[in-house]
């Protein structure tokens, strides 16, 4: 994994002085020009073993530029890192400039890029955990004891949210996830000992439940695609990957763009405390993929796209074996071609635009908006974009009716919501609850309540870019809409639960040094700004002044959501925690 970036400091760059060249005049001999034929290609001369390489390892896939990211994990699954020679070796393979492969494969932290000279990587390593749940767990203190543990053939690091947080603090050895890891499992992993795989319904076992019945009806023609957009629309069902559009308006509106359409479903949660995707693709995948299918049967989707983060390898394995079942023997004829692509390892991909960006085989950076990604998104295509769990109750809404969702709600709000729960309580984990639950009510009748010894002191409500909220607002219905006047919203509805033994400013401190670490670096403000800002939230009284201006800034010119909500926690604790940080 990449190093994180180092804050900006001017003062650490030496001014530069003009060079002032005399101009010397040149004698040019009269007679035609002779023009040197060249002998090779210019750049790096590709080396004929490492082009075998590379032939052998691809075989008879396409070469194709979209499939960049796809071959570069290829190569660093099979020799643990990537040599340059290889990287020379697959452009030339995938007809690019070699630049144009090297940035993409040093923009993502989970490629291990090996110059001429240098060592390979240890062949294992060890990803510890340094989410806001994991520090509070004990995180900390076990990325210090393992190296001395696991010696010097292990690679120990600590990386950004690894998507379990309610198994704190947790450990990625290898691929193998060690949940609630203490010194002696991970030791246990790296030598190869593997927890038992989280059971599933699988294909058949979900077709004899009912499964794929109403996609079956639809293409027969007892349900039109009008009734199954209407019945979105009349439940509430709002994206719920963070943003919250309007899942039925969504799919008007790319169904009123010319084909051919394309879909890019998100798995790549990357938010710190977010979990839920992981947990509902774990039990029950086929519920998820006839959801994806009722959307791409309604709009007319020719292709799509299922975009799954890195760090769930055994979710990959999985969903890969039951996507074979499914084409073997489709419920269905005429299903659109399903392309499954791995991430690799960049938060910024769980933005819409970046993650279309990274399925394109380029660095995920968010687009310039508009065009919106309805309209022009995957390959210049009108594109259906969606998280994944709004598409997980697809099936549900229709088949039990519009009003068996929207009827669900507390505090005026309707539908359910799956909160990914971690932190100071007694039973972490996804607890499907009435939109418009307060976070007392939620501890209290779904996570047994606060762990002993604590008691509630502070809640984030939306993962990472949600703001930091005090108990004082204890009370406040957790849905859209209803948190914006506290500074705060709720994202993904990742709920990280704090007590008296922890602090605000140290959690604020945690995110933003995340963003800092995450910004993909293509705007200034975001770039520059999260940097600045883990510098004056180090010192122990904050100039409240300057991290205010700082904050407009990013919120007013940043590109996209991480900029604008890279402030939230920062500004939550001088508004709602000032005795932390100076009064």
Known sequence: MRRPPEPADPSSHPAIEPVNHPIIPIAVAAGPSRERKRQAPRGRRVDPAALADIQALLGDAPRRRDLLIEHLHCIQDRFGCLATSHLAALAQELRMAQTEVYEVASFYHHFDIVREGEAAPAPVTVRVCGGLPCQMAGGASLLARLPALLGAGVRVQQVPCIGRCEQAPAVLAGQRAVPAATADTVVAAVHGTVAEAPTHVGYEEYVAGGGYALLRDCADGI?????????????????????????????????????????????????????????????????????????????????????????????RAMLAAELARLKAAPP??????????????????????????????????????????????????????????????????????????????????????????????????????????????????YCGGMAD??????????????????????????????????????????????????????????????????SCGQCTPCRVGTAKAVGLIEAAQWDKALLGELSQVMRDASIC?????????????????PHEVGA
């Open 561 to 577: 959501g991480l900029g604008h909500a890279a402030p939230n926690p920062v500004d939550c604790v001088i508004r709602y925690f």
């Open 453 to 518: 010894g604590h008691s509630l002191y502070a809640y984030l409500p939306g993962g990472a870019s949600g703001g930091i909220l005090p108990a004082a607002l204890g009370d406040v219905p957790l849905d859209f809409d209803t948190l914006q006047a506290h500074g705060a919203f709720i994202g993904s509805a990742a709920v990280i639960v704090l007590s008296q033994h922890d602090s605000a400013a140290a959690a604020a401190r945690n995110m933003m040094a995340f963003f800092r670490n995450e």
């Open 223 to 315: 349900r039109s695609a009008d009734s199954l957009i209407e019945a979105l629309e009349h439940s509430g069902l709002r994206g719920l990957g963070g943003a919250g559009f309007p899942a039925g308006r969504k799919w008007r509106i790319v169904k009123a763009e010319a084909g051919p359409r394309l879909m890019a479903v998100n798995i790549d949660e990357g938010e710190p405390g977010t979990f839920k995707d992981r947990v509902y693709l774990e039990r029950d995948p086929h519920r998820f993929l006839e959801g994806m299918l009722l959307a791409a049967w309604a709009v007319g989707i020719d292709d799509i796209y299922i975009y799954l983060r890195d760090e769930y390898h055994d979710c």
């Open 332 to 445: 269905v004829p005429g299903l659109p071609a399903i392309h499954l692509r791995r991430g690799a390892g960049a938060y910024i991909c769980g933005e819409e635009s970046a993650m279309i960006e990274s399925i394109e085989g380029k660095r995920g950076m968010p687009r310039l908006r508009p065009p919106y990604v309805a309209q022009v998104g995957l390959f210049g295509r009108p594109t259906l974009q969606h998280n994944f769990e709004t598409l997980y109750w697809v099936r549900d809404i229709v088949e039990r009716g519009p009003d068996w969702f929207g009827g669900q709600g507390r505090n005026g709000r309707k539908g359910l919501r799956s909160f990914s729960v971690s932190g100071r309580v007694r039973e972490p984990g996804v607890k499907l609850a009435p939109a418009g639950i307060t976070v007392r009510q939620l501890i209290a009748e």
